[in-house]
């Protein structure tokens, strides 16, 4: 009995811990989105990104990080070809939240 106390003190604060800090980062790109919103700041120019159909590239948004190739661009969504485990992947990003697009040759 005295193990479970043992492991609940021990892994309690750690478990406390993770999910703090995910629900930190949640509140974190909402205050970046807000203040965006708030100053005006434009999405990302879906005609520039057309040009680049096709080409590898790396994208970073507020909290996440894709590399591959781009496949289409509309309005507000970049679509990207991802490999990742030798399986293709495709991934749908929402051109509000990039904060850099990389193109490669």
């Not at 309690?12 to 930190?24: D, G």
């Not at 994208?59 to 030798?86: C, P, Q, R, Y």
Request: hydrophobic share 45%; net charge positive; charged share 25%.
């Amino acid at each position: 009995m005295n193990e479970w106390y043992i492991l609940l003190l021990v892994f309690l604060p750690l478990l406390f811990s993770i999910l703090n800090q995910f629900f930190h980062d949640k509140k974190k790109v909402k205050k970046i989105m807000n203040m965006r919103k708030k100053k005006g700041v434009t999405p990302m120019n879906h005609e520039i990104l057309k040009k680049h159909i096709g080409r590898s590239c790396s994208v970073s948004t507020l909290d996440h990080f894709a590399m591959g190739t781009i496949l289409s661009v509309n309005e507000t969504w970049l679509e990207v070809e991802v490999v990742k485990k030798k399986s293709k992947q495709i991934e749908l990003i929402n051109l509000e939240y990039v904060e850099k697009i990389s193109i490669g040759e």
